[in-house]
């Protein structure tokens, strides 16, 4: 059986080097051929150098599936996972990419390999000449995140930069300010190949754009199409995100929400932000088929236009009018009201571009969470900011905004009388300025009878009688108050480093138990002179 393979395999060898021979030998003599045979062969010349470069391809795809197949618990999803980046396809609209073989080959400097959650988030990031809001997007999609929500979701972070040090750089601040979320998988973040992007010097201008923004567009159809084909097997939906953005509690149930409801009808995309390309949600099923129609026409069109012409593609038809067309590309989008996500960065990826782009349809967002607190006097080392004093914050009326705190700075509630304090929230940034925290922050509590080291329960109990019930983590502090260290006069924020950014405390929450909520409403209400007792 094997040598009856052999003497076919020779036979056409023997065949093509005969096939060649005759075309060559006919090419020499071409004056005395017919035009269409010369057509033919330069078709089959053509045809033989792209089947070479197949061959290679298909090669080193069956060299990784040997090496998948010694790897145990892998299923075949993974296994093709694993192997999209080396499909061929990339290398016939980027062709610089065919001389280093693992330039398609993913940088992943933060992550734990997570899938099969229900959204992906896609979030492209690049240097900027001025002020970077990444953190404080991240901050904002984060805010407000379930358990549930946490452990159904990824959020990839794309640099897209070649710079190996900015981005390590980035990987390390997102590290910093998200432990826990890196950790568990949630936060996940990856950067090109080295040699992934072409030489931009020789783009046409076209569309009036100058040759920076030409190179802009293009590089950022790059960079979505390399983030679609990353996430394309991590999850059931893929939602793509830029990284100066603000997003509204609940937009995670929202999204799977609306999508569920439309599960079992024909759309592309769902649309949660009417500004470009932000909130766009896509089945990761459909991101192949998006991503090889940006990468064919990276050079000549920006992205949202692009994403235009698929919709014309899939449902115009040519010989109707534009009327007709709008219904149909309608019936595969869904545009959903109010937005989920508002874009907030002033300064462009691009140099130099101020954009002062708002979507009107995300409307007004809360700024702060307010709370009936009990009785107090409030004070502070922290200077406030404008009309949004301490004060207010505590009467629930307004956020309290301070200058920069540095080490020693505080913040003293002093209860009017002992009270039995079940419970605390303190919460620090809020949708918009999410960034200004407090980090290194202590939550302290002052027993009006004092405790004996014997007594402390576990607490550090300082020098000058307050004990440490708390901290903040992720902007937030919040617990509940053991019995024995009550009633308490006082409740202190203390700092203990210097912070470089602004502090905001959008909730103040004091729980007491019933009896103190009582003295609370009655001691209100008679400096209202609402009660008929001096």
Known sequence: ????????????????????????????????????????????????????????????????????????????????????????????YLPHLRDHPD????????????????????????????????????????????????????????????????????????????????QSGLLEVVSPSQYFYPNFSSLRETFGDTKDRVKWRTKQNLDYSYLMLYA??????????????????KYSLTMKDCASQRANQDWLFLEFSQLGFIGKMFRTSELPMIAEFFLMFH???????????????????????AKDCNQQKAVLKHRFTPSLFQHVGLHSSLPGKLQHLKDKDFGKQPQYVGHSNPPAELSSS??????????????????????????????????????????????????????????????????????????????QILEDGFIVIGSFADGVAEGNIHTAIQSLS?????????????????EVWCVCVRLCRCVSVAVSLRLQGKLGFP
């Open 1 to 92: 059986m094997r040598l009856k393979f052999f003497k076919l395999i020779c036979l056409l060898a023997l065949g093509s080097f005969l096939s060649l021979t005759w075309f060559t030998a006919v090419r020499e003599k071409k004056d005395a051929v017919n035009p269409r045979m010369l057509v033919l062969f330069e078709r089959l010349l053509v045809a033989e150098s792209k089947g070479q470069l197949l061959s290679v391809e298909l090669s080193r795809v069956l060299g990784h599936f040997k090496n998948l197949n010694k790897t145990q618990n892998i299923t075949e999803k993974e296994k093709w996972s694993a192997l999209s980046p080396l499909l061929p396809n990339p290398y016939l």
């Open 103 to 182: 330039s398609l080959t993913p940088n992943v400097l933060l992550g734990q390999g997570r899938m099969r959650v229900s959204l992906v988030l896609g979030i492209p990031t690049v240097k900027r000449a001025k002020q970077t809001y990444l953190v404080s997007t991240l901050n904002s999609l984060l805010y407000d995140l379930t358990p549930s929500e946490r452990n159904d979701m990824l959020i990839i972070v794309f640099v897209a930069e070649t710079d190996i040090e900015y981005v390590r750089s980035v990987a390390a601040t997102i590290e910093k300010n998200f432990p826990k979320d890196v």
């Open 232 to 249: 394309q097997d991590k999850g059931t939906y893929y939602v793509q995100l830029e990284d100066d953005i603000v997003a509204k509690p």
């Open 299 to 321: 050079k000549d069109k920006p992205i949202d236009w692009l994403l235009d012409h698929i919709l014309w593609v899939k449902a115009c038809n040519p010989e109707k009018d």
């Open 382 to 459: 922290l200077k406030h900011y404008q009309q949004h004093s301490l004060e207010r914050a505590y009467r629930g009326q307004d956020f309290f905004w301070g200058l920069s705190p540095t080490t020693g700075d505080y913040i003293l509630i002093h209860f009017t009388q002992p009270l039995k304090v079940r419970g605390y929230r303190f919460r620090s940034g809020n949708l918009e300025t999410n960034g200004d925290r407090f980090y290194n922050t202590t939550v302290e509590a002052l027993p009006s009878d004092g405790l004996k080291r014997d007594m402390s329960h576990g607490y």
């Open 490 to 506: 006082a409740i202190r924020l203390m700092v203990h480093s210097d912070s470089d950014v602004w502090v905001l405390l959008s």
